[in-house]
Nanobody, 118 residues
Framework: QVQLQESGPGLVKPSQTLSLTCTVS????????WSWIRQPPGKGLEWMGA???????YYSPSLKSRTSISRDTSKNQFTLQLSSVTPEDTAVYYC????????????WGQGTQVTVSS
């Protein structure tokens, strides 16, 4: 059974960089595609980006200039960094796995609330 767990600060100040880690168990991040997805309050899910089994990265065009996804295969973790955050980046952030880029997600983390506020 694959399990994903997001971790990171729940409160970030405006203009700072948000950093979250997804720890994966029961499966290797050197297979499949691993995404970050967020859901602002009262809005739908927004795909932010992904890192492939190969280490290649893909980003949403609307967030590409502020987003970086990396991984640590020795820890079976992948990380999201979102720079220059504003209150509009307040959301529940999820990590998820899919067998292909654009495929349906088959495993999700429980999500972590991040609030951007001074």
């Amino acid at each position: 059974q694959v399990q994903l767990q997001e971790s990171g600060p729940g409160l970030v100040k405006p203009s700072q960089t948000l950093s979250l880690t997804c720890t994966v168990s029961g499966g290797s991040i050197t297979t499949n595609y691993w995404s970050w997805i967020r859901q602002p309050p009262g809005k739908g899910l927004e795909w932010m980006g992904a890192i492939a089994y190969s280490g290649s990265t893909y980003y949403s065009p609307s967030l590409k200039s502020r987003t970086s996804i990396s991984r640590d295969t020795s820890k079976n973790q992948f990380t999201l960094q979102l720079s220059s955050v504003t209150p509009e980046d307040t959301a529940v952030y999820y990590c998820a796995r899919a067998p292909g880029l654009g495929s349906r997600y088959d495993y999700w983390g429980q999500g972590t609330q991040v609030t951007v506020s001074s």
